[in-house]
């Protein structure tokens, strides 16, 4: 089952700054909220995202509760070198995905 | 000091709502030049956020879809555009979700996917999304007439406790704003969609039981001919209007 999309432009100039831009598919049940007869749901949320550049991390995040399902997160970076940019989402449950894309600097 | 009972208070409030709803123009359909997507009234980031594939949820729904289809695309381009349309075994028309389960009972010996299971919704985003550009082009004949024009009537009956049609909000109404809401036209042309309110994809049926507890009637169920026949008088009235699925919507 498809559980990310990531947009990283396949293709960059030295010291560009590109945009990245990550969807992966997640419920983010907050842990607040009760069935109707009253039994809470337990929570199950991502609680952190990194991402790593040729093994560098360039951006890392931790998630809330407050978050809405399917978190969408887009951030920048300068394109240094060509090589793989590795992100990885972990929460709740156990949940863990890892994806990557790879880009050419030129 | 007491205040006032809550009740006749509440009583008043709704009088004066449907005083206000009487005074506007009685129920005309909406002219050809005049319609637009419930894209078009909708603020520039929920726009942003349905135009780019990456960024659009429902896409996460089409990539499952895909992998439960496991065949090649293009086969069914197009078919969105024409659901509901007439099965003969039914005698009636059915919708994109009808369809589908039915193939899957019928030729593939494989059980029927429940109503708003996240694999139905896949199978049906990605059904939809090859239909995406494409104007809606529903087939009206002698054999599914008569239900186009049950959907119609459901349309323009007021119903419920709060006695509203579904044409006095979105033929009449369409544009202004239901609390902080605008009212769209109801032309179904991004389903099925992902609404950020539901924080999922959900299918039109979803939709129009939602528009009717929210006229506090009772909602039928999923899959009820009088939801399928809404649904193809909805499409019919979209007629030639592109479909944008999977829809992005607040």
Same mark, same amino acid.
């Given at each position: 089952?498809?559980?990310?999309?990531?947009?990283? $432009?396949?293709?960059? +100039?030295?010291?560009?700054?590109?945009?990245?831009?990550?969807?992966?598919?997640?419920?983010?049940?907050?842990?607040? +909220?009760?069935?109707?007869?009253?039994?809470?749901?337990? +929570?199950?949320?991502? +609680?952190?995202?990194?991402?790593?550049?040729?093994?560098?991390?360039?951006?890392?995040?931790?998630?809330? $509760?407050?978050?809405?399902?399917? $978190?969408?997160?887009?951030?920048?970076?300068?394109?240094?070198?060509?090589?793989?940019?590795?992100?990885?989402?972990?929460?709740?449950?156990?949940?863990?995905?890892?994806?990557?894309?790879?880009?050419?600097?030129? | 000091?007491?205040?006032?009972?809550?009740?006749?208070?509440? /009583?008043? #409030?709704?009088?004066? %709502? &449907?005083?206000?709803?009487?005074?506007?123009?009685?129920?005309?359909? %909406?002219?050809?030049?005049?319609?637009?997507?419930?894209?078009?009234?909708?603020?520039?980031?929920?726009?942003? &956020?349905?135009?780019?594939?990456?960024?659009?949820?429902? &896409?996460?729904?089409?990539?499952?879809?895909?992998?439960?289809?496991?065949?090649?695309?293009?086969?069914?381009?197009? #078919?969105?555009? /024409?659901?509901?349309?007439?099965?003969?075994?039914?005698?009636?028309?059915?919708?994109?979700?009808?369809?589908?389960?039915?193939?899957?009972?019928?030729?593939?010996?494989?059980?029927?996917?429940?109503?708003?299971?996240?694999?139905?919704?896949?199978?049906?985003?990605? #059904?939809?999304?090859?239909?995406? =550009?494409?104007?809606?082009?529903?087939?009206?004949?002698?054999?599914?007439?008569?239900?186009?024009?049950?959907?119609?009537?459901?349309? !323009?009956?007021?119903?419920?406790?709060?006695?509203?049609?579904?044409?006095?909000? !979105?033929?009449?109404?369409?544009?202004?704003?239901?609390?902080?809401?605008? %009212?769209?036209?109801? !032309?179904?042309?991004?389903?099925? %969609?992902?609404?950020?309110?539901?924080?999922?994809?959900?299918?039109?049926?979803?939709?129009?039981?939602?528009?009717?507890?929210?006229?506090?009637?009772?909602?039928?169920?999923? =899959?009820?001919?009088?939801?399928?026949?809404?649904?193809?008088?909805? &499409?019919?009235?979209?007629?030639?209007?592109?479909?944008?699925?999977?829809? #992005? /919507?607040?």
């Amino acid at each position: 089952m498809a559980s990310a999309l990531i947009n990283v $432009p396949e293709r960059a +100039r030295r010291g560009e700054i590109i945009e990245i831009k990550t969807l992966v598919s997640h419920p983010m049940e907050t842990g607040y +909220r009760r069935t109707q007869l009253g039994a809470t749901i337990p +929570r199950d949320i991502i +609680r952190s995202f990194v991402c790593t550049y040729n093994g560098a991390e360039i951006f890392r995040a931790e998630l809330h $509760p407050a978050i809405a399902a399917n $978190p969408f997160i887009t951030f920048t970076t300068v394109a240094t070198e060509s090589g793989t940019l590795t992100f990885q989402w972990t929460g709740d449950n156990g949940f863990s995905v890892t994806q990557s894309a790879t880009i050419t600097v030129g | 000091m007491p205040g006032p009972p809550a009740l006749p208070l509440r /009583r008043f #409030v709704v009088t004066v %709502i &449907m005083a206000a709803i009487a005074a506007s123009a009685v129920a005309a359909e %909406i002219p050809r030049a005049e319609r637009r997507s419930g894209y078009d009234l909708m603020g520039r980031e929920t726009r942003a &956020m349905q135009d780019d594939d990456t960024a659009n949820p429902g &896409m996460l729904f089409v990539l499952d879809g895909e992998s439960l289809w496991k065949k090649k695309t293009g086969a069914v381009k197009g #078919v969105a555009a /024409r659901y509901p349309a007439f099965d003969a075994r039914e005698g009636r028309p059915i919708d994109l979700e009808q369809r589908i389960n039915r193939c899957r009972v019928d030729r593939q010996q494989a059980p029927a996917l429940a109503w708003e299971s996240r694999d139905l919704l896949a199978l049906t985003a990605y #059904v939809a999304r090859q239909s995406r =550009g494409l104007p809606i082009d529903v087939t009206i004949d002698a054999r599914t007439q008569p239900f186009l024009d049950a959907g119609r009537a459901a349309f !323009h009956r007021r119903q419920g406790q709060i006695n509203l049609s579904c044409s006095q909000c !979105h033929d009449d109404l369409w544009g202004r704003k239901l609390a902080g809401s605008v %009212i769209p036209q109801a !032309h179904p042309t991004g389903y099925p %969609i992902y609404r950020l309110e539901w924080q999922s994809l959900g299918s039109l049926q979803r939709r129009l039981r939602n528009c009717l507890i929210g006229t506090r009637a009772e909602a039928y169920e999923f =899959g009820a001919p009088e939801l399928v026949d809404l649904e193809l008088y909805l &499409m019919w009235r979209a007629q030639g209007m592109k479909l944008e699925s999977p829809g #992005v /919507r607040p």
